[in-house]
């Protein structure tokens, strides 16, 4: 599934805020097809990272490879064209309250890719089916569940091709019992060969869907490697210890 050559390259990228320093020299690279899943604690550096990758926020040093082209972080066009082939999914959704689930999708596919309303329509009701909200179109994200709105980012998303997504805490913002619903459309992705990083604090992501854990401490990532490595029985490992507490708070919650 994973071609040899990385599709991106995340080199030494560096990111303050003032006086604070997020992330330190943090580097990874990722191949088409893999599925790497962001742990740690929180203030680690994970979010700033992903908007650093997606060049919503701009690193102060380091390098950005998507398909072997370096990312110039001052070119509008490059920027322009990364956001286009990095797609990124919020815990708060980021919909637009005014327009409906169909017009969110919509809106990036006529304004950003400049097709034309018909068949932008066509290809939103794909994406909505694919998260099994083909019945939803002509509602507003006020008349829809935390679930849904983030299914309908889901797809927003993924209506733009995008070569990668990059997910953010996708779940957290979600009652429990919504909770399941997303999970089955990211592991639906997953099947279909998507390409992605994601920072969650979902057990069953974790374990169930990484091709490798970076464990994100202090601004730098301290541990990586495959579950089958870190989350054995009896592991040692920073990653093992965090994901037994985050079962532990899951069953006091549950």
């Known amino acids: 599934m994973n071609d040899n050559s990385p599709i991106l390259r995340v080199n030494n990228i560096c990111k303050s805020f003032a006086e604070n320093n997020i992330l330190n020299s943090v580097s990874f690279q990722l ?3 893999e599925i790497k899943v962001l742990i740690g604690p929180s203030g680690g550096g994970k979010s700033t990272l992903l908007q650093c990758i997606n060049c919503l926020v701009v690193p102060d040093s380091g390098d950005i490879m998507l398909e072997n082209k370096q990312i110039d972080f001052s070119s509008k066009q490059d920027l322009y064209s990364l956001r286009q082939q990095v797609g990124m ?5 980021n919909l637009f309250d005014h327009l409906t689930s169909l017009d ?3 809106i990036a596919l006529r304004k950003v890719k400049k097709i034309d309303k018909n068949e932008a329509e066509k290809r939103a009701r794909i994406e909505l089916e694919q998260v099994g909200l083909g019945d939803k179109e002509e509602l507003y994200p006020a008349q829809l569940s935390g679930g849904q709105k983030q299914r ?3 797809a927003r998303a993924l209506a733009m ?3 990668i997504l990059m997910l953010d805490e996708p779940t957290s913002a979600l009652d429990p019992e919504l909770i399941g619903e997303v999970i089955a459309v990211i592991k639906s992705l997953a099947q279909q060969g998507m390409t992605m990083v994601m920072a969650t604090h979902q057990i069953s992501l974790i374990s169930g869907l990484a091709d490798e ?3 994100m ?3 730098k990532i301290v541990e990586q490697g495959p579950p089958s490595s ?3 029985a009896g592991s040692s490992s920073k990653t093992q210890g965090f994901c037994d507490r985050l079962n532990e708070l899951s069953e006091v919650e549950g």
């Open 217 to 219: 401490e202090n601004g």
């Open 89 to 93: 999914i919020f815990q708060d959704f």
């Open 104 to 106: 969110n999708i919509t």
């Open 31 to 33: 191949n088409k097809g």
């Open 161 to 163: 091709d995008p070569k």
């Open 230 to 232: 870190l989350l054995t």
């Open 213 to 215: 854990i970076l464990f």
């Open 152 to 154: 309908v980012a889901i």
